[in-house]
């Protein structure tokens, strides 16, 4: 059962944390024998832990993740204890989600836990990659250099996101008031439109008849119209959620659309290489470094690929070039690379330099995307206004010849 308290410090210093305990008993006898007195001691609720779990673990955002990594990696550089580490880290975070997770860091560290352990009870917050950097680095007994580097990851990774959603705000801002006007034009503007041409008894070409047969169907169904267009797109993202079926299939749609193809497969080997590397860095051996960069890749072909250069590969003796090899996924020049780099015996430092490289060719493969882009997307909106302005200019102007 859960516990929350409220004790004093030796130092008249007043903290809170929760602690797991059978009884209120248990609480106060570990209180004591931590050197505190207890001011408040309540037990919470599942319903209540559920809550904090989701609070804590789902708003600790990237941005707080790398100043958790740096922070520590400083004062674990200078001499500072872990505990005492985490006590300076909870006095600086007022963030409720952090200083929540770090309560539970030191409740796990009093208790004599591993310190990974909190870490991992937070999958969906922290990657596995982080969760087994800090594993490795504390059974090797170095972990200011792997928050150090995980840090230093953590702030390419941001960048890379801040990148893509800054090349591809512009579109996504163009498309969504373009929507936003065709629906007006569509479901509102062009029945009254159609209404009045069909009521004044004129009888308008056979272009403008199809087009206002539409505004005049979508004038009467519209709002189901609408209803059906959001159900599609919520069955859609619950099938892509809960389907890994259908989650392959529209990923190797989508990524298989010219130029999009492209900017995929350069965004999955940059998330390879980057992962691969802070992994190898850490210290875990090749084929589990491998393995947890495979479950971190969202891209179907290189996730099997990597399953099996580790297991069909390195496992039965192959070496990490041969293994490389075998796999048409990977363009030469990064199977070269690393087959160099393994003879020389800095894979990490080629695989860190490759990631550099591909997320500045990401950047240049945005660019080329979003140019091409933009002027399809003007042109398929403005097609679709022409035609509805032509249907409605078209009958007009006959209208007024015959007068």
């Known amino acids: 059962m859960l516990f ?22 248990q609480v106060l006898t570990f209180l004591s024998s931590q050197g505190f007195k207890p001011v408040s001691v309540k037990a919470v609720s599942k319903a209540t832990q559920t809550g904090r779990k989701e609070i804590f673990g789902g708003k600790i955002s990237l941005t707080d993740q790398v100043f958790i990594s740096k922070y520590l990696a400083l004062m674990l550089k200078i001499g500072t204890g872990l505990l005492q580490a985490i006590n300076i ?14 309560l539970e860091v030191r409740s796990n560290l009093e208790k004599g836990q591993p310190f990974f352990a909190a870490f991992a009870k937070y999958p969906k917050t922290f990657s596995q990659v982080y969760i087994n950097s800090v594993k ?15 840090s230093a990851s953590l702030i390419k990774e941001k960048a890379l996101r801040d990148q893509i959603k800054g090349a591809l705000f512009y579109p996504i801002i163009l498309l969504g008031a373009s929507v936003l006007i065709l629906i007006f034009l569509v479901v509102f503007a062009l029945p009254k439109i159609a209404k009045v041409f069909s009521e004044s008894g004129f009888e308008p070409p056979l272009f403008s008849k199809i087009v206002f047969a539409i505004g005049l169907f979508l ?3 519209g709002v189901y119209v609408l209803l059906g267009v959001a159900l599609f797109v919520g069955v859609f993202v619950v099938l892509y959620k809960t389907s890994l079926v259908f989650k392959r299939m529209m990923v190797s749609i989508f990524s298989g659309l010219p130029l999009v193809r492209d900017v995929v497969k350069k965004i999955a080997i940059q998330r390879f290489a980057a992962t691969l590397s802070t992994l190898i860095r850490a210290g ?34 192959l070496t990490v070039g041969e293994a490389f090899k075998r796999e048409p996924y990977f363009p030469k020049t990064v199977v ?25 060719e990401i950047d240049s493969s945005l660019k080329t995307l979003v140019a091409f882009l933009e002027p399809i997307m003007l042109l398929s909106i403005g ?18 010849v015959q007068f």
């Open 336 to 360: 070269n690379l690393i087959a160099i780099s393994e003879k020389a015996g800095h894979i990490e430092e080629v695989l860190g330099t490759l990631a550099d490289f591909y997320a500045a």
């Open 4 to 25: 929350h308290y409220i004790a004093s410090q030796p130092d008249g210093k007043i903290i809170e944390n929760d602690v797991e305990a059978n009884d209120v008993g």
């Open 383 to 400: 097609l679709i206004i022409g035609v509805i302005a032509l249907a409605i200019v078209v009958p007009i102007y006959q209208l007024t």
């Open 219 to 221: 004038g009467k169904f």
């Open 284 to 317: 875990m051996p090749l084929t589990d470094a491998l393995e947890i960069t495979a479950d971190s890749i969202t891209q179907f072909q290189l996730k099997e690929a990597l399953v099996r250069i580790s297991r069909d590969g390195l496992a039965k003796g």
């Open 136 to 150: 490795a680095g504390e059974t090797a007994g170095n972990l200011e250099y792997i928050f150090e580097n995980l």
């Open 89 to 102: 880290l909870i006095d600086d975070f007022s963030k409720p989600a952090v200083r929540g997770f770090l």
